[in-house]
C-alpha cells in the first residue's frame, strides 16, 4: 500500500514540483503513472524511495511512515522497493549473475542464499541461459531484464519502473511489460513511470496524470490522455 | 553476517586499490617519503644526543696543585669543592698518577720520553680533576672554583666546553626545525593525495555506488571500503619503511661509526630496541591520517 497525503514539494526559491498530491495505491495493483517531462513523475518517484523528502504532507508505504525518513532508514525502504531505471544500470564487468548477486552482496547475504536466489530470478525474468554473459554480450531487452531480476531479489511488495521501455525498441518494450504483468501476478505491486501512450493504452489498468505537480485525472481503467 | 560483509568490504577495497593502481601507487610513494623524512629526522636526533653525550663525558676542570703539597691539605680541598652543588665527581691524581698516565700517553713518542728522562725527576704536579653535575650549571661551577682562595692551588683550567655543547645544541635544533618542516610538509601533502585517491576511487566507482544505493546498501557498507583503502595505504606504507630504513641505517652505520669512533652508536639497534614506540607511533599517526582524508572524502563525495 502506498499513500501520498497532501504532498508539496517545493525546490528553491518557489518551484513547486508537487502540489497537494493525495494518491492511494493499494496492494498488488498496476498503476501507471504517466506525465510530460518536468510534470513531477520523478519527484515522486524520488519521493517514494526516499531520495528526496517532501516540504509538506505525509508518505506512507506498506504502513511506515517515510515522510522523515532517516539516512539509516533509507536502505531498508530501499530492499521493500524494488526499482528500475530507463538506463540499466548494470555493472560492464560483472556477468548478468554477479550484477543481480551484487544486490544481495552489498546487503549482507550469505554465498548459500545468493546461490539459491539469483538462479531464480533469473528464471522468472527468462535470462537462465545467458546467466554467464556479461551485459555487453546480451540485447538491451535482456539487460533491462536483468534489471528487473536484480530489482526483484529482495522479494520487494513493489516495483517501481521508471520509464523501463525508454531506450528499448517496440517488441523489446512489449517484452518487458509483459514481464512487469507477470511480476504484479504474484502479487507484487506494480508503479509504472512512463511517457509510452500504446504501453499505457494496451494495459487497461489504472492511470493516473500528473500536470505541473498536481494529479488531473486518475482513472481505474484508464488511457494515455496528454 | 558481520564477518561476510567485512570479508566484502575488504575485497572491495583491494579492487578499489587495484583499479586506481598507478593513483595508489603514487599515494603509497609520498606516505613512504613522508616516514622517511619523520625517521631521518629520529636518527639526527639520535645522533646529536651521542654527540651532546660523548661531549659532556668529557667535561671537566682541573685545578693543579703545587707539587710538594701536603695530601691531607690536598683532601681537604677536596673535600671543599665535592660539597659544591654543581659538582658532581672530584677525582684526585696524585704527581705518581699523573706520570704514569703521561708515560702510557706518550709511550710511542721517544722525543717526549727522552726528554723526560734528561729532567731526572717527576715534572708533573698533583691535581684535582672535577666533573660537573649538570653543563648548564658549568659558569656557576666557574664562578665558585675561581672563588676559592687556597695556597696549595697552582693554576687553574677551565676550557670553555659550554660553547661547543651550545654550538652542537643550535646545529641539531636548527636540523630538527628543517627536519620538521620537511615532515609536517610531506604529511599535508599525504593527506591531499590520500583525499584525492579516495576521490578518484568514488569518481570510477559512482555507477556502483549508485547501484549499491538503490539496492539498498547501507552507507556504511558502502564508505567501508574507502575507508579501509586508508588503513592499507598505512600498513603497505610502514612496513615498506620498516624494510627501507632499516636498509638505510645499515649503510650508514659503517659512516657513523668511523665519524663517532670509540663510541658506542649503533642506529639499527636503537631502532630496533624501541620499533613498537617509533613504528607503532608512525603507524597510528599514519592511520589517523589517512582514516580523516578518506573520511572527509567519502562523506564529501560518496554521495552519488
Given at each position: 500500500?502506498?499513500?501520498?497525503i497532501?504532498?508539496?514539494?517545493?525546490?528553491?526559491?518557489?518551484?513547486?514540483?508537487?502540489?497537494?498530491?493525495?494518491?492511494?495505491?493499494?496492494?498488488?495493483?498496476?498503476?501507471?503513472?504517466?506525465?510530460?517531462?518536468?510534470?513531477?513523475?520523478?519527484?515522486?518517484?524520488?519521493?517514494?524511495?526516499?531520495e528526496?523528502?517532501?516540504?509538506?504532507?505525509?508518505?506512507?508505504?506498506?504502513?511506515?511512515?517515510?515522510?522523515?525518513?532517516?539516512?539509516?532508514?533509507?536502505?531498508?525502504?530501499r530492499?521493500?522497493?524494488?526499482?528500475?531505471?530507463?538506463?540499466?544500470?548494470?555493472?560492464?564487468?560483472?556477468?548478468l549473475?554477479?550484477?543481480?548477486?551484487?544486490?544481495?552482496?552489498?546487503?549482507?547475504?550469505?554465498?548459500?542464499?545468493?546461490?539459491?536466489?539469483?538462479?531464480?530470478?533469473?528464471?522468472?525474468?527468462?535470462l537462465?541461459?545467458?546467466?554467464?554473459?556479461?551485459?555487453?554480450?546480451?540485447?538491451?531487452?535482456?539487460?533491462?531484464?536483468?534489471?528487473?531480476?536484480?530489482?526483484?531479489?529482495?522479494?520487494?511488495?513493489?516495483?517501481?519502473?521508471?520509464?523501463?521501455?525508454?531506450?528499448?525498441?517496440?517488441?523489446?518494450?512489449?517484452?518487458?511489460?509483459?514481464?512487469l504483468?507477470?511480476?504484479?501476478?504474484?502479487?507484487?505491486?506494480?508503479?509504472?513511470?512512463?511517457?509510452?501512450?500504446?504501453?499505457?493504452?494496451?494495459?487497461?489498468?489504472?492511470?493516473?496524470?500528473?500536470?505541473?505537480?498536481?494529479?488531473?485525472?486518475?482513472?481505474?481503467?484508464g488511457?494515455?490522455?496528454? | 553476517?558481520?564477518?561476510l560483509?567485512?570479508?566484502?568490504?575488504?575485497?572491495?577495497?583491494?579492487?578499489?586499490?587495484?583499479?586506481?593502481?598507478?593513483?595508489?601507487?603514487?599515494?603509497?610513494?609520498?606516505?613512504?617519503?613522508?616516514?622517511?623524512?619523520?625517521?631521518?629526522?629520529?636518527?639526527?636526533?639520535?645522533?646529536?644526543q651521542?654527540?651532546?653525550?660523548?661531549?659532556?663525558?668529557?667535561?671537566?676542570?682541573?685545578?693543579?696543585?703545587?707539587?710538594?703539597?701536603?695530601?691531607?691539605?690536598?683532601?681537604?680541598?677536596?673535600?671543599?669543592?665535592?660539597?659544591?652543588?654543581?659538582?658532581?665527581?672530584?677525582?684526585?691524581?696524585?704527581?705518581?698518577?699523573?706520570?704514569?698516565?703521561?708515560?702510557?700517553?706518550?709511550?710511542?713518542?721517544?722525543?717526549?720520553?727522552?726528554?723526560?728522562?734528561?729532567?731526572?725527576?717527576?715534572?708533573?704536579?698533583p691535581?684535582?680533576?672535577?666533573?660537573?653535575?649538570?653543563?648548564?650549571?658549568?659558569?656557576?661551577?666557574?664562578?665558585?672554583?675561581?672563588?676559592?682562595?687556597?695556597?696549595?692551588?697552582?693554576?687553574?683550567?677551565?676550557?670553555?666546553?659550554?660553547?661547543?655543547?651550545?654550538?652542537?645544541?643550535?646545529?641539531?635544533?636548527?636540523?630538527?626545525?628543517?627536519?620538521?618542516?620537511?615532515?609536517?610538509?610531506?604529511?599535508?601533502?599525504?593527506?591531499?593525495?590520500?583525499?584525492?585517491?579516495?576521490?578518484?576511487?568514488?569518481?570510477?566507482?559512482r555507477?556502483?555506488?549508485?547501484?549499491?544505493?538503490?539496492?539498498?546498501?547501507?552507507?556504511?557498507?558502502?564508505?567501508?571500503?574507502?575507508?579501509?583503502?586508508?588503513?592499507?595505504?598505512?600498513v603497505?606504507?610502514?612496513?615498506?619503511?620498516?624494510?627501507?630504513?632499516?636498509?638505510?641505517?645499515?649503510?650508514?652505520?659503517?659512516?657513523?661509526?668511523?665519524?663517532?669512533?670509540?663510541?658506542?652508536?649503533?642506529?639499527?639497534?636503537?631502532?630496533?630496541?624501541?620499533?613498537?614506540?617509533?613504528?607503532?607511533?608512525?603507524?597510528?599517526?599514519?592511520i589517523?591520517?589517512?582514516?580523516?582524508?578518506?573520511?572527509?572524502?567519502?562523506?564529501?563525495?560518496?554521495?552519488?
Open positions: 500500500m502506498i499513500k501520498f497532501n504532498v508539496t514539494k517545493i525546490y528553491p526559491p518557489d518551484i513547486k514540483a508537487l502540489d497537494q498530491v493525495n494518491l492511494h495505491i493499494k496492494p498488488g495493483e498496476f498503476v501507471s503513472i504517466v506525465g510530460q517531462s518536468g510534470s513531477g513523475k520523478t519527484t515522486l518517484v524520488k519521493s517514494l524511495i526516499g528526496e523528502k517532501v516540504s509538506k504532507g505525509k508518505i506512507i508505504v506498506g504502513g511506515w511512515d517515510i515522510t522523515n525518513i532517516g539516512q539509516r532508514e533509507v536502505p531498508f525502504l530492499r521493500q522497493i524494488g526499482v528500475i531505471f530507463q538506463d540499466f544500470k548494470l555493472l560492464d564487468k560483472k556477468t549473475f554477479e550484477n543481480v548477486a551484487f544486490a544481495l552482496q552489498v546487503c549482507g547475504q550469505t554465498p548459500k542464499k545468493i546461490k539459491a536466489i539469483v538462479p531464480q530470478v533469473l528464471k522468472i525474468v527468462g537462465e541461459g545467458k546467466t554467464r554473459r556479461y551485459p555487453r554480450e546480451v540485447s538491451g531487452g535482456e539487460q533491462q531484464r536483468a534489471v528487473i531480476a536484480r530489482a526483484l531479489v529482495h522479494r520487494p511488495k513493489i516495483l517501481l519502473a521508471d520509464e523501463p521501455t525508454g531506450n528499448l525498441d517496440s517488441i523489446n518494450a512489449e517484452e518487458i511489460i509483459e514481464l504483468q507477470k511480476i504484479n501476478k504474484f502479487g507484487t505491486t506494480i508503479v509504472l513511470v512512463t511517457h509510452n501512450r500504446e504501453i499505457v493504452n494496451r494495459l487497461k489498468k489504472r492511470v493516473i496524470t500528473i500536470e505541473n505537480g498536481v494529479i488531473v485525472s486518475d482513472q481505474a481503467v488511457k494515455y490522455m496528454l | 553476517m558481520f564477518l560483509s567485512l570479508g566484502r568490504i575488504i575485497k572491495f577495497s583491494f579492487q578499489d586499490i587495484g583499479r586506481n593502481i598507478w593513483l595508489s601507487i603514487v599515494t603509497m610513494s609520498i606516505l613512504i617519503l613522508a616516514l622517511f623524512s619523520v625517521n631521518m629526522l629520529l636518527t639526527v636526533n639520535v645522533i646529536s651521542a654527540a651532546i653525550g660523548a661531549v659532556k663525558e668529557k667535561i671537566d676542570v682541573n685545578i693543579y696543585i703545587k707539587p710538594d703539597t701536603e695530601e691531607s691539605k690536598i683532601m681537604a680541598l677536596k673535600a671543599q669543592i665535592s660539597g659544591l652543588s654543581q659538582v658532581k665527581d672530584v677525582r684526585y691524581i696524585s704527581k705518581q698518577e699523573a706520570l704514569e698516565s703521561f708515560k702510557d700517553k706518550h709511550q710511542n713518542d721517544p722525543e717526549v720520553m727522552e726528554s723526560l728522562k734528561e729532567i731526572g725527576k717527576n715534572p708533573l704536579t691535581s684535582l680533576v672535577i666533573k660537573p653535575k649538570d653543563v648548564d650549571q658549568y659558569q656557576e661551577l666557574i664562578v665558585n672554583l675561581n672563588s676559592i682562595k687556597d695556597d696549595i692551588i697552582e693554576s687553574r683550567n677551565f676550557d670553555d666546553h659550554k660553547l661547543m655543547i651550545d654550538k652542537i645544541n643550535g646545529i641539531t635544533d636548527r636540523v630538527s626545525e628543517a627536519g620538521m618542516v620537511i615532515s609536517f610538509t610531506f604529511i599535508i601533502i599525504t593527506l591531499l593525495l590520500v583525499y584525492n585517491s579516495i576521490r578518484v576511487a568514488i569518481y570510477t566507482h555507477r556502483e555506488i549508485k547501484i549499491m544505493r538503490l539496492v539498498g546498501a547501507s552507507n556504511w557498507f558502502i564508505r567501508a571500503p574507502y575507508l579501509f583503502s586508508g588503513i592499507i595505504y598505512t603497505v606504507g610502514v612496513s615498506a619503511i620498516v624494510v627501507i630504513y632499516y636498509f638505510f641505517l645499515n649503510l650508514l652505520q659503517p659512516y657513523i661509526e668511523t665519524f663517532f669512533i670509540d663510541y658506542d652508536i649503533n642506529l639499527a639497534a636503537h631502532f630496533r630496541d624501541n620499533f613498537i614506540n617509533i613504528f607503532g607511533l608512525q603507524f597510528l599517526v599514519g589517523v591520517v589517512n582514516m580523516a582524508a578518506s573520511l572527509i572524502a567519502v562523506s564529501k563525495y560518496s554521495k552519488v
